[in-house]
Antibody
Framework: EVQLVESGGGLVQPGGSLRLSCAAS????????MSWVRQAPGKGLEWVAN????????YYVDSVKGRFTISRDNAKNSLYLQMNSLRAEDTAVYYC???????????WGQGTMVTVSS | AIRMTQSPSSFSASTGDRVTITCRAS??????LAWYQQKPGKAPKLLIY???TLQSGVPSRFSGSGSGTDFTLTISCLQSEDFATYYC?????????FGQGTKLEIK
């Protein structure tokens, strides 16, 4: 079964850090670009970052540049999002997603909730 | 960033109706457009990519059209399971951007 499972969410204070993980199974993880997409409570979807198959290219939305780092370990079929200097506006459900060639998001995880609050 | 604007933001319809949701890009995106369906508490589901290509397993009552800046998602005969929120998304350039969503509710 094709599956993505996120973990690592939780409650963190403003200025704190958190590392999200996404475990892939059922498909050839190393063959696909991967993305993180987030959704604030009651709001729409916002793309956060993506990474090329071999990790050589990474792109970020402006609001997280310099604070978040996307990475992957193809040997472990895993995607990561290191989030530093967290702000209240980063509060959201974070989804990992596999990208079809050219960029539509085909497979999604169930999401992990990140709450930034004191 | 390319801005994606959907209309309407919410819509009431009945089972069996034909409904159309529109999505407009602030600049041309060729056919680099996808449509997603999201139900409460669930992850989005890809319905259509490349503006008009139906994703495997998606019922044929869903269809997409358009290119450049104007796109539509049509549901030909609404079923009860179609009441959800729909998002368009461009993947022509970075940052990838989504429309604000269209909530389809039961009349």
């Amino acid at each position: 079964e094709v599956q993505l499972v996120e973990s690592g969410g939780g409650l963190v204070q403003p200025g704190g850090s958190l590392r999200l993980s996404c475990a892939a199974s059922g498909f050839t993880f190393s063959s696909y670009w991967m993305s993180w997409v987030r959704q604030a409570p009651g709001k729409g979807l916002e793309w956060v970052a993506n990474i090329k198959q071999d990790g050589s290219e990474k792109y970020y939305v402006d609001s997280v540049k310099g604070r978040f780092t996307i990475s992957r370990d193809n040997a472990k079929n895993s995607l990561y999002l290191q989030m530093n200097s967290l702000r209240a506006e980063d509060t959201a459900v974070y989804y990992c997603a596999e990208e079809l060639p050219l960029g539509a998001f085909d497979i999604w995880g169930q999401g992990t909730m990140v709450t930034v609050s004191s | 960033a390319i801005r994606m604007t959907q209309s309407p933001s919410s819509f009431s319809a009945s089972t069996g109706d034909r409904v159309t949701i529109t999505c407009r890009a602030s600049q041309g995106i060729s056919s680099y457009l996808a449509w997603y369906q999201q139900k409460p508490g669930k992850a989005p589901k890809l319905l259509i990519y490349a503006a008009s290509t139906l994703q495997s397993g998606v019922p044929s009552r869903f269809s997409g059209s358009g290119s450049g800046t104007d796109f539509t998602l049509t549901i030909s005969c609404l079923q009860s399971e179609d009441f959800a929120t729909y998002y368009c998304q461009q993947y022509y350039s970075y940052p990838r951007t989504f429309g604000q969503g269209t909530k389809l509710e039961i009349k």
